[in-house]
């Protein structure tokens, strides 16, 4: 750029950015920061995003705008970065935490290339995952289903289950998970705690860092975020070994009491297996349906025993006396209304 100077009617060149960087190295931009600016500029799109739909209710209605809200948001980024980032321009993020962007390793401006791929795989990247995905999972679903059942058509098996199909009901099992890029964003989001570079995937990708455009003082040393680095490390860490923990335990071969040597339920004497468990009651319904359990080889005192709960020895309500059903309907109601004033 071209400028004139004041004195006289000489034209001299402007400074350029790499210039100003041979006399003093500007530092790279700190984690602190780059957030800051994305949490404005995800603010701004808010913003944009609200009004643009506030244009499509008055227009088309409400369900129109509840059943596009992702191509509205979608819309809407690609505008904003379009118009800041794509042109050249810094967005208001970036602004506000006086940072800019460079590439690493020749610190000059992006070149238009860099720039539109950082928008393409930004927000149409995750625009046409979020609308690929849940088709690509069915068809995997479906597929796996098929073959499990193929599995179990054609043999059965006592000792193991076979690797195949332990290996596909696996897949059947996790398969939300396993085709998430969430894990992905997750590591990249670690990294970036340590490291203090790279937001975004697609700027490691694309050697895409920020820079301050002012001079800091030493009292302005900013403060990386290596405890939240840790934390989500430890996070990742602990949910990896309750999933294989949990891996483990689905492929090892069900044992034939399991429930009794875990404490769900007990069997006593007639073979009838008592639930243990207080919100579980469809495996007591043995006990319920026998006609006489007295006269069926069912102990009382087994029953006591295993269920914690004592047989009387007659009702505690006759239903056919309405003298006491009265008075049991009355305290009833006198501790309903006290609990509900209280």
Known sequence: MKTTNGSSDTIVEAPSFTALTNDYQYPFAAAPDIIRSNQKDTYF??????????????????RFSHNYTPEARTFTELLYLGCTTLLGNRTLGEEYCDIIQVEEESLQFP?????????????????????????????????????????????????????????????????????????????????FYFSGAYYHISKRVLGLRYV??????????????????????????????????????????????????????AVID????????????????????????????????????????????RPRYELNDMEKLASLHAAMYIVGRVLRIG
């Open 111 to 191: 070149s238009i290339y860099s720039r539109a791929g950082y928008i393409l795989s930004t927000v149409l990247l995750p625009y046409v995952l979020n609308k690929t995905l849940p088709t690509f999972r069915n068809r995997i679903r479906l597929k796996l289903e098929s073959n499990l059942k193929y599995v179990d058509r054609k043999g059965n098996y006592t000792s193991s289950l076979p690797f195949s199909k332990r290996l596909q009901t696996y897949l059947l099992s996790n398969l939300s998970t396993l085709t998430s890029p969430s894990p992905l964003y997750a590591v990249g989001l670690s990294v």
């Open 212 to 265: 301050f455009t002012k001079r800091l003082e030493p009292s302005e040393q900013r403060i990386g975020y290596e405890v939240l680095g840790v934390l989500l490390v430890l996070q990742m860490t602990v949910q990896g070994w309750l999933h294989f923990h949990n891996t483990i335990r689905s492929t090892q071969p069900p044992l034939a009491n399991a429930a009794t040597i875990t404490g769900g339920a």
């Open 270 to 313: 007639g073979g009838v297996e008592v639930s243990l468990d207080p919100h579980t009651y469809g495996n007591n319904n043995d006990l319920l349906l026998e006609e006489d359990p007295f006269e069926s080889g069912v102990s009382t005192e087994r029953v006591e025993h295993h269920t914690h709960t004592p047989i009387l020895p």
């Open 45 to 62: 799109q808010g913003v944009l995003l609200e009004n643009f739909s506030d244009i499509i209710r008055k227009l088309y209605g409400a």
